[in-house]
């Protein structure tokens, strides 16, 4: 196997070698001299180097915001506000590996036992690292006193399959510093379990928990704070190692978020989202192609306000009245209905337009 040196250089995308690297327990050479490995890290954007969804901030349990993350957050009180944030030319916490963006998690408690919080991200096929001794690691600080954070493996056999399995971490204090902090955790062997459809490890960062959750996050407990977080990896392994991005170039983490999500923007002025035929007088059918096979069928279309759409032209007079998603839709090719009552030339050749920069079409086939 060839050896490269694995620190990412974002401008170019080249593998690079670093030095004086901050690790737990000191100084390390983290990204000096060790082999690059394609898919090492579990975790597909641990950088934050990916926000196709172009989030500013999320509250909403469920939601997602850098690709690939999402968070869970409920109970009777309590909230978690996920916003991006951008680095200081270099304050990054490794230095030499000049990483563009964080993530920012901002807790607020309340009183209530049955209220928590967490940063998570599903990695495909519930398979991944059964029976394995497996190390999280990631870069966290946090905005006052000394708060504790906790780690979760969930085992999700998916629609139709087994039970979750969960398994937990002692939970750990951090401080108002950037540090690497490591947990490892054994993943039980899925023998005799039903793997179902849409089957994931799910890695958990707790960042607040009520008592009602203590079993899950090791009596974390209710916090009110905010946890800095950056550099997030999973691997098999009792130790950390090297931290490196999955694919180790931003092309090829783009490709691998694209899998699960794909957003085409307009950008800028007048720009073409696909091309297709009206199959009736009142309706088209527009093809988009996929920069990548996505996971599975998307099974949802993400839209701006009509006015920012046209067809045929960019004029005002184009506008559909609908946007949605057609089951033709396929992992190669994004399939979209664009409506508009006795407006079209049955057979006809038509294109769909942005008439705004704020245009956009994004497919969804996350798990």
């Known amino acids: 196997m060839a050896t490269f040196p694995s620190k990412v250089n974002y401008a170019t995308g080249d593998i690079l070698t670093a030095t004086n690297m901050n690790d737990v327990g000191g100084a390390i050479n983290l990204l000096q001299s060790a082999q690059f490995a394609a898919g090492k890290n579990a975790i ?49 916490p490794v230095a030499g590996y000049e990483s563009t963006n964080f993530v920012r998690c901002v807790t607020a408690a309340g009183a209530s036992t049955n209220t928590y919080a967490l940063l998570e991200q599903k990695i495909e096929d519930v398979r991944t690292f059964a029976g394995q001794t497996v190390t999280a690691s990631f870069w966290v600080k946090a905005g006052s ?35 690497r902090y490591s947990f490892t955790v054994p993943v039980p062997s899925i023998s005799g379990k039903t793997i179902g459809t849409g089957s994931a490890l799910i890695l958990s960062i707790w960042l607040s928990a009520g008592s009602d959750l203590n079993t899950r996050s090791n009596s974390l407990g209710l916090q009110n704070n905010t946890f800095d977080i950056w550099g997030v990896q999973l691997e098999a392994a009792s130790t950390a ?14 490709a691998a978020c694209q899998r699960y999500y794909y957003r085409l923007n307009s950008a800028s002025g007048t720009k073409t989202l696909g091309t297709g035929y009206a199959y009736s007088t009142a309706a088209l059918l527009i ?67 942005s008439n705004a920069t704020a245009a956009y079409l994004a497919w969804s086939a996350e798990l």
């Open 145 to 179: 006193g000394t708060p504790n954070i906790s780690v979760e493996l969930e085992q999700s056999f998916g629609s139709g399959g087994s039970a979750s399995v969960f398994t937990s971490v002692t939970k750990t204090a951090i401080t108002t510093s950037w540090a």
């Open 241 to 254: 190692s090297n931290f490196q991005i999955a694919t180790g170039t931003k092309q090829g983490e783009l």
């Open 44 to 92: 597909i954007n641990g950088d934050f180097g990916i926000n196709q969804r172009a989030f500013t901030s999320n509250t909403s349990s469920g939601s997602f915001n850098f690709d690939r993350f999402f968070q869970i957050n409920g109970g009777a009180t309590g909230t978690l506000t996920i916003t991006p944030q951008t680095f200081t030319a270099g304050t990054a």
């Open 287 to 353: 093809i988009t192609p996929f920069p990548v096979t996505m996971r599975s069928i998307p099974t949802s279309l993400e839209t701006t306000a009509m006015a920012t759409y046209g067809y045929e032209s960019a004029s005002a007079g184009n506008t559909p009245t609908t946007v949605t998603l057609s089951s033709a839709t396929n992992e190669f090719l994004g399939s979209t209905n664009i409506a508009k009552a006795a407006s079209f030339v049955a057979g006809n050749c038509y294109a769909l337009l």
